[in-house]
Nanobody, 123 residues
């Protein structure tokens, strides 16, 4: 089992940057592919980015490609989401999630979720 705790959210002006962190408990963190999702008020949860257990396979949603970077440090049991050139439409609660099923962008495939961290981008 994996427990996930996100941090790093906050209020930032458009064009600014934030780095989200997701700390995982459990000795098997390095076995899991990790994903970031976000959910804006009144909208469904959407895929943002994912990274394979080794870090060698990464995939982004088109809406964040070129602005966001996902990475992981298996020695620290942590996955990161560096967010640059933020836009008001990036405002959402951001969740990290873990899955043993590789290459997935659907939330249904992720078994473990954090509680989320709020990101607000002002215009």
């Amino acid at each position: 089992q994996v427990q996930l705790v996100e941090s790093g959210g906050g209020l930032v002006q458009a064009g600014g940057s934030l780095r989200l962190s997701c700390a995982a408990s459990g000795r098997t963190f390095s076995s899991y592919d990790m994903g970031w999702f976000r959910q804006a008020p009144g909208k469904e949860r959407k895929f943002v980015a994912r990274i394979s257990w080794s870090g060698g396979n990464i995939y982004y949603a088109d809406s964040v490609k070129g602005r966001f970077t996902i990475s992981r440090d298996n020695a620290k049991n942590t996955v990161y989401l560096q967010m640059n050139s933020l836009k008001p439409e990036d405002t959402a609660v951001y969740y990290c999630a873990a899955t043993l099923v590789p290459g997935q962008v659907g939330a249904v495939f992720y078994d473990y979720w954090g509680q989320g961290t709020q990101v607000i981008v002002s215009s």
